[in-house]
């Protein structure tokens, strides 16, 4: 199994106020002193799952409170203008936090932004299958851009009924009034008829090898 090597930089010692460097002894037993850590394919990959998992709640957590916080002030079309305006800037604070970019995709997009690459696309496919037929959708992580980027993907299911007032069914679970906003922002839209259960998206957060390495 292939395996990465990182070694500690090795600072040039100097005498205290000689300018003198210190002895080739003093230098070595430093040196060998210093760990050497290795560590394989599966230890970085295991790590980027787990990394993934804690970014993506994260950002979960942090789109949920705000989007609360805007039904509560605004009603449910102020948080549709929420979701237009802030959700953006909520993954983009956090991604350059971990050094990630952070994206929620769907093939029933209501932001274009969210339209699926081709590789994003045959993920959500695998987990509308395992939706469709009642299988427990589970995280997943890959290797991409020649094995320097993990992309790390996470189902996201429609979980209560609060989410059909504006992904439901026109007129019966989106109002009017949520129903003209909704139309005015994305004219395109294609986030709706859901019930509870389906598949809304997934979370496609890229991580780069690197930002894992510096962690371990």
Request: hydrophobic share 35%; charged share 25%.
């Amino acid at each position: 199994m292939k395996r990465f090597t990182i070694l500690a930089l090795l600072p040039i010692l100097f005498s205290c106020g000689s300018g003198e460097r210190v002895s080739k002894e003093v230098f070595e037993e430093v040196n060998n002193s210093m760990e050497v850590k290795k560590l394989s394919d599966a230890e970085i990959l295991a790590s980027a799952l787990e990394w993934g998992d804690s970014i993506s709640a994260k950002a979960q957590a942090e789109l949920i409170s705000n989007l609360q916080k805007a039904i509560s002030e605004k009603g449910i079309p102020g948080a549709v203008e929420f979701c237009s305006t802030e959700a953006m800037s909520i993954k983009e604070t956090i991604g350059s936090e971990y050094g990630v970019t952070i994206k929620r995709v769907s093939n029933a997009f209501r932001n274009p932004n969210d339209k699926p690459d081709e590789m994003e696309g045959r993920i959500l496919e695998t987990y509308e299958y395992d939706v469709e037929n009642q299988i427990k959708p589970t995280p997943n992580i890959q290797a991409v851009d020649g094995g320097e980027v993990f992309l790390y993907s996470k189902a996201i299911v429609i979980p209560s009924g609060l989410c059909l007032n504006c992904h439901g069914e026109p007129q019966k679970e989106i109002n009017s009034e949520t129903l003209s906003k909704i139309d005015s922002i994305y004219p395109e839209d294609l986030a709706r008829n859901h019930k509870v259960g389906d598949l809304r998206g997934m979370w496609a957060i890229y991580i780069p090898k690197s930002e894992i390495v510096k962690k371990l």
